[in-house]
């Protein structure tokens, strides 16, 4: 399977996380864990991140794929 993580990162510090395989944002820092309730709080919010999976890494991968099969 395909696993989309989208990271939220500021002075190399990783606040906040979305992971696909999860379905939810996990907060590591103080503002992190406040984003990640707030975030996960809104279906809409979520639904934007899902769709990501789906519109742009299962799209590529197939891409992907095909090229390297193709090369072997």
Partial sequence: GIEFIDSYVFNM????????????????????????????SDAGFLGQEQAQLESYCKHNADIYYSAIRDKT
């Fill in 13 to 40: 510090v990783e606040h906040i996380r979305f992971n696909s395989t999860v379905g939810r944002y996990v907060g590591y820092t103080e503002h992190g864990v406040k984003n990640a309730e707030a975030w996960n």
